[in-house]
């Protein structure tokens, strides 16, 4: 059974860093794509970050370039999130994802999903 578990949300002071891992498990994900999007009360599921399964290519939003850093490790079959300078703007719950096509992930539409983590920030 395949699984991906996000974890390192919590609450955290605007201009304050978190980092949010994603562990996958039932099969290995070093040729597949993998992202974060996140999800805002109200609003619509967002991509956030990615990194094609090349592991050569990342992708951000606009709102978290220069802010957020995606990273990977194949051996550990994980993905994660740096995320630095937040913003109470950034406060969503935020879910990792994985596909074998990229243009699919990024079309929010990836095969496998977390159930997310909360991030919250204070001003």
């Known amino acids: 059974q395949v699984q991906l578990v996000e974890s390192g949300g919590g609450l955290v002071q605007a201009g304050g860093s978190l980092r949010l891992s994603c562990a996958a498990s039932?099969?290995?994900?070093?040729?597949?794509?993998m992202g974060w999007f996140r999800q805002a009360p109200g609003k619509e599921r967002e991509f956030v970050a990615g990194?094609?399964?090349?592991?050569?290519?990342?992708y951000y939003a606009d709102s978290v370039k220069g802010r957020f850093a995606i990273s990977r490790d194949n051996a550990k079959n994980t993905v994660n999130l740096q995320m630095n300078s937040l913003k109470p703007e950034d406060t969503a719950v935020y879910y990792c994802t994985a596909d074998p096509r990229w243009p699919t992930l990024v079309r929010a539409a990836g095969a496998y999903w977390g159930q997310g983590t909360q991030v919250t920030v204070s001003s």
């Open positions: 039932g099969r290995t994900f070093s040729s597949w794509s």
């Open positions: 990194d094609s399964w090349s592991g050569g290519n990342t």
